[in-house]
């Protein structure tokens, strides 16, 4: 049995859904007669849905997180939303860690449902043991409770796990947890991921073995 495992976030990591995200978040703003541009659809990016509104929440008058939220969920499952791609090499990668037994688990800022739908495209929810989503957790990224707890779920301490990520606030909650972790350049620049401990342009390059290495140095 593999003791060290791999903890993937989900949107922007494992399956390409930003654009749908950055498309609902802008016909949000936009149908409240808001601006909206890159900086502000930024604040978005690696975080749970409702914490990061509740940071715009005042700018829509009358509105709640919620009924403001529910409604950018309806733009993003839509059917005019632009559909989710999974990442390259991110298919093969889970498959071949399943194969070889390494536990693995996704932490994701989503809902469950939604992380359900989108595992479809990397192989299949099966193949992971442990799911961490919004629902679960009473922090979001980067706070690091999702990490930990994920590395509580497969039975591994932090420091036998690495996590994969797109965003700061998750390579943020991952550092905070006591993980190592690789980025991929998927929706931020390199520099933005400089925290992390390897910086990639997606999952096609990733080697396990090469990776395991390199962390026991």
């Known amino acids: 049995?593999?003791?060290?495992?791999?903890?993937?976030?989900?949107?922007?990591?494992?399956?390409?859904?930003?654009?749908?995200?950055?498309?609902?978040?802008?016909?949000?703003?936009?149908?409240?007669?808001?601006?909206?541009?890159?900086?502000?659809?930024?604040t978005f990016v690696g975080r749970r849905g409702k914490e990061a509104l509740a940071d715009h929440?005042?700018?829509?008058?009358?509105?709640?997180?919620?009924?403001?939220?529910?409604?950018?969920?309806?733009?993003?499952?839509?059917?005019?939303s632009p559909p989710p791609y999974a990442v390259p090499g991110a298919e093969a990668l889970v498959k071949s860690l399943h194969a070889e037994g390494v536990?693995?688990?996704?932490?994701?800022?989503?809902?469950?449902?939604?992380?359900?739908?989108l595992l479809d495209l990397v192989g299949g929810a099966?193949?992971?043991?442990?799911?961490?989503?919004a629902e679960d957790v009473s922090r979001g990224k980067p706070d690091p409770e999702g990490f930990m707890a994920g590395c509580a779920a497969l039975g591994v301490?932090?420091?036998d796990a690495i996590a994969f990520e797109d965003a700061p606030a998750g390579i943020a909650a991952a550092r905070a947890a006591g993980l190592r972790c690789v980025?991929?350049?998927t929706t931020?620049?390199?520099?933005?991921l400089a925290d992390a401990d390897l910086v990639l342009p997606d999952l096609t390059e990733v080697d396990w073995s090469t990776l395991l290495r390199k962390s026991a140095r």
């Open 188 to 192: 931020h620049p390199a520099a933005a």
């Open 1 to 42: 049995m593999n003791s060290h495992a791999a903890l993937f976030d989900l949107d922007g990591t494992l399956v390409a859904t930003e654009h749908r995200s950055r498309a609902a978040w802008t016909r949000l703003f936009r149908a409240h007669g808001l601006p909206v541009d890159d900086a502000l659809l930024a």
């Open 126 to 133: 099966d193949l992971f043991a442990a799911f961490i989503t």
């Open 157 to 159: 301490v932090p420091a």
């Open 57 to 80: 929440v005042h700018r829509f008058p009358g509105g709640t997180v919620d009924e403001l939220f529910e409604e950018a969920v309806g733009y993003q499952t839509g059917p005019d």
């Open 103 to 117: 536990p693995m688990a996704v932490v994701t800022s989503g809902l469950r449902d939604h992380a359900g739908e």
């Open 183 to 185: 980025a991929v350049t």
